[in-house]
């Protein structure tokens, strides 16, 4: 059976998918041209739930693919759109994702907005990373990992860059190639100039609540799309 999670924002990272969906169960994240892919060739079953992380699909989406809803996929929908599924309720669940309420930030909530054009910085998660010296930090180190990723992808396969990186290739590959496709090798390299930048200025002088803002804001610009 299909499920249709309804939610504001798109999920895109499994934190967010677990506490948001309440699916707690093994789930591959696939983009929508995957999907598609798979849904043509259809070369043999495949029992897996699947969760299409980077687009709100409608009805007209799947019934132009021909897509079965007793397939077990979980795509997002917009509340809007949801009335025409109404001809094939009896194979859909609905999911109601559940209200964010952010009592504490982790690096990639951060990371993500700054790579999402549709998403703003909040003064709540600017003054969180920017006044706590520790969480800065955590930031920092993370985003410059998710860059040093995009720019080896640049020249190298997926499966070298994770042996360098001593990593496995899971969801996170899904996303650096995504970005990978939308970011310019000159604002990588802007970017990891802003890196070595506020970390300089950082071991030079007092943790500074003003040029982390600064940072971020700056750094938004450069990787959003």
């Given at each position: 059976?299909?499920?249709?999670?309804?939610?504001?924002?798109?999920?895109?990272?499994?934190?967010?998918?677990?506490?948001?969906?309440?699916?707690?169960?093994?789930?591959?994240?696939?983009?929508?041209?995957?999907?598609?892919?798979?849904?043509?060739?259809?070369?043999?079953?495949?029992?897996?739930?699947?969760?299409?992380?980077d687009?709100?699909?409608?009805?007209?989406?799947?019934?132009?693919?021909?897509?079965?809803?007793?397939?077990?996929?979980?795509?997002?929908?917009?509340?809007?759109?949801?009335?025409?599924?109404?001809?094939?309720?009896?194979?859909?669940?609905?999911?109601?994702?559940?209200k964010?309420?952010?009592?504490?930030?982790?690096?990639?909530?951060?990371?993500?907005?700054?790579?999402?054009?549709?998403?703003?910085?909040?003064?709540?998660?600017?003054?969180?990373?920017?006044?706590?010296?520790?969480?800065?930090q955590?930031?920092?180190?993370?985003?410059?990992?998710?860059?040093?990723?995009?720019?080896?992808?640049?020249?190298?396969?997926?499966?070298?860059?994770?042996?360098?990186?001593?990593?496995?290739?899971?969801?996170?590959?899904?996303?650096?190639?995504?970005?990978?496709?939308?970011?310019?090798?000159?604002?990588?390299?802007?970017?990891?100039?802003?890196?070595?930048?506020?970390?300089r200025?950082?071991?030079?002088?007092?943790?500074?609540?003003?040029?982390?803002?600064?940072?971020?804001?700056?750094?938004?610009?450069?990787?959003?799309?």
């Amino acid at each position: 059976m299909t499920k249709l999670l309804i939610t504001e924002n798109l999920i895109t990272n499994r934190q967010d998918f677990i506490k948001l969906s309440n699916i707690s169960e093994a789930v591959e994240f696939i983009t929508f041209e995957e999907f598609l892919s798979t849904t043509t060739l259809s070369l043999f079953e495949d029992y897996d739930k699947k969760f299409v992380f980077d687009k709100f699909v409608n009805f007209r989406d799947l019934s132009k693919s021909d897509y079965d809803f007793s397939l077990d996929y979980i795509f997002q929908i917009k509340k809007s759109s949801l009335g025409k599924f109404s001809e094939v309720s009896n194979n859909i669940e609905i999911i109601e994702s559940l209200k964010k309420v952010k009592d504490k930030f982790f690096p990639w909530d951060l990371s993500n907005i700054i790579f999402n054009q549709k998403e703003s910085l909040s003064n709540q998660i600017i003054y969180e990373f920017c006044q706590n010296e520790y969480l800065f930090q955590q930031f920092l180190s993370y985003l410059n990992k998710e860059l040093l990723r995009i720019n080896l992808l640049f020249d190298n396969e997926e499966e070298r860059v994770a042996l360098l990186l001593d990593e496995k290739i899971d969801f996170k590959y899904e996303l650096a190639k995504r970005r990978l496709n939308n970011i310019s090798r000159d604002n990588l390299n802007q970017s990891f100039h802003q890196l070595n930048k506020i970390e300089r200025l950082t071991n030079e002088s007092e943790f500074n609540h003003e040029n982390n803002k600064r940072f971020v804001v700056g750094i938004k610009k450069i990787l959003e799309f």
